[in-house]
């Protein structure tokens, strides 16, 4: 409860109370009585918690001894209580709290609410953890509990709660994967790496889409020192996700690199190759002058809503004329990145709707930009995928990386199992 239902609370009338508010009720009463605060270092929250984990510590205790306090018949059981510990741990609604802990005669007691040496409840690991996900540096963290709950956790106590998420992540990063994905989005970010000296790394990154229409996000790959994002290093990446089970794939959907085709092709023969149509768009701007910009959406458009290839050529052939004297290298962007363009032009709308960006994989992205830019650089290769593994955990609360897009791909997903019937897996196995 916040301090103001608690005040609520307390002025309603004992008819208008549940058991639990009516508890409430009298310990607000009798605070304020004492001139004792609902809230802070000394409130009664934190009178609450301590209460509260001392009873739950008090009857794993008598569970453990198997009978109740001052009761005779422990005498000849062999084990007895001990008095108590005094202990100080983390909470994360009342920060530091002091509690008594029960000791047993024969030292086999093992506390399960606060474990032996655990010095923080699990809510505030699970804070540390969002928090840093959120961009948070380690010193942010610890000046954020200082402020927030009075409490001290040092930088290194963050470094290690956030080091308890390693084995996950090797966990999560060879974990089995569908065998069939109706699309798999790929690009890669770079972050500043410390290996002797400060260099950029691409961080490559993938995203499926199920069948069932979900996002899965499959895996995170470190590139090495002073290459950019390479098509040889996502023959690596593209390998390891088929030895991980992704036998087909409709769609792969890039940003343009090149050799990239001939990689997918390499990995999954029949799996279409799809240019990202906002990345030639928006290269097309960079390449121009933004008094034209609005005059060349007005060309552009009838290329990539075209109702087929043929007549997406004629539309880039009408583009040529008007601006090739003007801007060559846009009409030689586009002609290079022509075969890659113009596959999807071959489906039903609702495929081309979903395929006609990489805005899935940039979202993502965007996420990891904010984090990567709050630390500047990483002291290693496994410090940088751990803080972007963090990011990807807190997308989704089961920690695997998966959300639903159910409303955005169903009417997509039901076109790809017409167009791919052959190659969608049978009702049995699916």
Not at 142 to 155: L, M, N, P, T
Not at 263 to 277: E, P
Not at 296 to 309: E, G, M, Q, S, W
Request: charge should be neutral.
């Amino acid at each position: 409860m916040t301090t103001a239902t608690l005040d609520e609370v307390a002025k309603k009338k004992p008819a208008e109370l549940s058991a639990e508010q009516e508890v409430a009720a009298e310990l607000v009463r009798q605070a304020k009585e004492k001139g004792l605060s609902l809230t802070g270092p000394d409130g009664l929250l934190k009178q609450l918690t301590k209460s509260v984990i001392e009873a739950a510590l008090g009857e794993e205790m008598t569970e453990h001894l198997g009978y109740e306090k001052n009761d005779p018949a422990g005498a000849g059981s062999g084990n007895i209580r001990n008095g108590t510990r005094s202990k100080t741990v983390l909470t994360e609604s009342t920060g530091q709290v002091e509690i008594d802990v029960p000791r047993d005669r024969a030292g086999t007691f093992e506390p399960q609410i606060v474990k032996k040496r655990q010095r923080r409840l699990n809510g505030v690991d699970e804070i540390v953890l969002s928090l840093y996900a959120k961009g948070l540096t380690t010193g942010e963290i610890s000046a954020h509990f200082a402020e927030i709950y009075g409490a001290s956790v040092s930088k290194e106590t963050v470094s290690r709660i956030t080091d308890r998420v390693l084995e996950e992540m090797q966990s999560w990063q060879s974990r089995p994967l569908d065998g069939v994905y109706a699309a798999v989005f790929i690009d890669a970010i770079v972050v500043k790496i410390r290996d002797g000296q400060v260099a950029n790394r691409p961080i490559y990154a993938a995203i499926g889409v199920t069948l069932e229409g979900e996002r899965d996000i499959l895996g995170l790959w470190a590139g090495t020192a002073g290459n950019g994002e390479g098509a040889k290093f996502w023959m690596a990446v593209l390998t390891d996700l088929k030895n991980r089970g992704v036998n087909d794939v409709f769609f792969v959907v890039c940003d343009g690199l090149k050799g990239l085709p001939d990689v997918v092709g390499a990995v999954w023969s029949k799996a279409i190759v799809q240019t990202c149509i906002i990345h030639l768009i928006r290269n097309t701007f960079r390449m121009t002058s933004k008094k034209y910009w609005d005059e060349l959406k007005r060309d552009l458009r009838p290329i990539y809503t075209a109702v087929n290839a043929e007549a997406a050529l004629k539309a880039f052939e009408d583009l040529g004329d008007k601006w090739g004297g003007r801007y060559p290298a846009v009409i030689r962007l586009w002609s290079n990145a022509w075969e890659e363009f113009i596959p999807f032009l071959d489906y039903d709308v609702e495929i081309r709707k979903v395929l006609c960006s990489t805005n899935a994989i940039e979202s993502l992205n965007a996420r990891y930009r904010r984090a990567v830019r709050a630390r500047g650089h990483f002291p290693t290769e496994q410090a940088a995928i751990k803080c972007l593994y963090l990011v990807t955990r807190s997308l989704d609360p089961t920690g695997v990386g998966r959300t639903r897009w159910a409303v955005r791909w169903k009417p997509a997903l039901n076109a790809f199992a017409i167009t791919f019937a052959d190659r969608f897996p049978a009702a049995e196995t699916y």
